[in-house]
């Protein structure tokens, strides 16, 4: 069965958590000094927020799957569609190890489908962690100007 996904970067946590927690009437089922994350079942959205971007805003959009074969089966769809797609395979993001892979609409929002493997204990692990400490947003693929890979730059616009 496949979730909605969400994640937006914040400014401040602490606010942002104490609204998303009244709004869902739930508290995160995950949460760290920069990240939280709500596993919603009405409706069934994994919704999350960190303070890692740029700038405030939509980070990206996905599909978060309970089966490999569902991972396969969006990853299927993109390709019959044209779709340029970035697959990272098994990588770390957002506290978790993940099969992942990404793919970019018309407008030049990002979308991710995953398949969460196990929870960790740090944000990421490897190049994805020292990017975001340098303040590159979440864990989309990079290109060099720090925007998601696929995503087209429109103006001046912060990332994502």
């Given at each position: 069965?496949?979730r909605?996904?969400?994640?937006?970067?914040?400014?401040?946590?602490?606010?942002?958590?104490?609204?998303?927690?009244?709004?869902?009437?739930?508290?995160?089922t995950?949460?760290?000094?920069?990240?939280?994350?709500?596993?919603?079942?009405d409706?069934r959205v994994?919704?999350?927020?960190?303070?890692?971007?740029?700038?405030?805003?939509?980070?990206?959009?996905?599909?978060?799957?309970?089966?490999?074969?569902?991972?396969?089966?969006?990853?299927?769809?993109?390709?019959?569609?044209?779709?340029?797609?970035?697959?990272?395979?098994?990588?770390?993001?957002?506290?978790?190890?993940?099969?992942?892979?990404?793919?970019?609409?018309?407008?030049?929002?990002?979308?991710?489908?995953?398949h969460?493997?196990?929870?960790?204990?740090?944000?990421?692990e490897?190049?994805?962690?020292?990017?975001?400490?340098?303040?590159?947003?979440?864990?989309?693929?990079?290109?060099?100007?720090?925007?998601?890979i696929?995503?087209a730059?429109?103006?001046?616009?912060?990332?994502?």
């Amino acid at each position: 069965m496949k979730r909605f996904h969400v994640h937006i970067h914040v400014e401040d946590l602490t606010k942002s958590i104490a609204f998303y927690s009244r709004l869902f009437a739930a508290e995160p089922t995950r949460a760290e000094s920069d990240y939280a994350k709500w596993m919603l079942e009405d409706p069934r959205v994994n919704f999350a927020i960190s303070t890692r971007g740029n700038a405030a805003g939509l980070d990206h959009l996905g599909f978060q799957v309970d089966a490999a074969a569902e991972l396969t089966e969006l990853k299927a769809r993109a390709e019959a569609a044209d779709l340029a797609l970035v697959d990272e395979g098994e990588t770390t993001c957002c506290y978790a190890r993940s099969d992942k892979h990404w793919i970019t609409d018309p407008q030049g929002i990002a979308w991710e489908h995953f398949h969460s493997l196990a929870n960790i204990p740090v944000f990421s692990e490897g190049k994805q962690e020292e990017a975001a400490a340098e303040g590159s947003a979440c864990c989309a693929p990079r290109a060099p100007r720090g925007k998601p890979i696929g995503i087209a730059v429109k103006s001046s616009s912060s990332c994502c």
